[in-house]
C-alpha cells in the first residue's frame, strides 16, 4: 500500500468546519497516484454489470459493487484512516458523547458513458427517521477518474443539511469537481445527486459510508465478512465493524 498524503491539523479542522457550515467539504490529494492505480485495478478486478438509466431513455450496463469489505482487504486502511474518522465523527457525534460511530457500507461505483443523472436524494433516507440537526450517516466519495459536469460527477445542494423539508428534484446544485485521489465528504442530510456522463469516459468512486454506531449498518452485522477472518482483521476495523467494544467519542487523534 502506499501512504496517504500527509494533511495538516488546520486542513481537516478547516474541513470539519465546512461540512458544518455548507454540508460538505472536498480534501485534495486524499491518497497519492500509486494509491489511485491500486483502486483502479480493485475496480477493474470487482465491478459487474447492473442495469441503469441512458441519457436517451433506455436502459445501459452500468457497473457497480457493494460491500466490497465482504470481498477484499485492500480498502481496510482507507475505511480506517484517522484523517477521514476525524471529519466522520465530527458529522455524527459533534457533542463528543459516550455514542461513536460505525462503518455502515462501502461500494465502488462507475458512472459509465451516457449514463443519466441520479435524482437529488439524502443518504439518511436509508433510515426511516428524520432527526433535524443530527445526521444518522456520512458519506465520502473518494475519486478514482477525475470528477468534473461532463462525466456526471456528484450534484450537491449547499446548506441543504440545515433545512428540514424535501427539496424540488430540479433544485439548482453545484457539480463537484476533483482530481483522483481527491474526497468529497459530506453530512447524510446533505441532498445530492449526480449529473449525466455525455463523454465517452468513466467516472469511478469508492463509496464509504458511516452511520451512528447505535444504527443498525446498511450491510449488516460485520458487512458478510467470515467470522473466523473478522477476527483476524485490525483492531481498528473491529471496532468500526461493532466487534470490538469501543472507546466512545475517544478515537485516536489523525497523525496530522
Known sequence: MSE????SVDGID???SEVREVG??????FVDQNRVAQLSKLSEKLLQPIVAPGINGEKITG???????????????????PRLLAVMTS???????????????????????????RALHRDGSLYPVF???????????????????EVGAT????????????????????SVTMDPGSILIFNGNTWHGHGQNKTDRHRRTLNMLYCCDWLKPTHGYCSGIPENEVKTLPEALQ??????????????????
Do not use: C, M
Open 239 to 256: 471496532t468500526l465493524l461493532g466487534v470490538k467494544t469501543k472507546s466512545y467519542g475517544n478515537y485516536p487523534a489523525a497523525p496530522y
Open 14 to 16: 478547516a474541513a470539519i
Open 91 to 117: 458529522i455524527l457525534v459533534p457533542d463528543g458523547s459516550r455514542w461513536s460511530i460505525n462503518i455502515s457500507g462501502t461500494g465502488i461505483k462507475d458512472a459509465v458513458p451516457q449514463e443519466d443523472i
Open 4 to 7: 496517504a498524503i500527509n494533511i
Open 131 to 149: 432527526i433535524p440537526g443530527q445526521p444518522l450517516v456520512a458519506n465520502s466519495l473518494l475519486a478514482i477518474d477525475a470528477f468534473s459536469p
Open 63 to 81: 457497473l457497480n459493487i457493494k460491500n466490497v469489505l465482504r470481498v477484499s482487504r485492500d480498502i481496510d486502511d482507507l475505511v480506517t484512516d
Open 155 to 174: 450534484t450537491i445542494v449547499p446548506y441543504s443539511h440545515l433545512w428540514d423539508k424535501p427539496v424540488e428534484l430540479d433544485h439548482e446544485t453545484i
Open 24 to 29: 460538505y467539504t472536498i480534501i485534495p490529494d
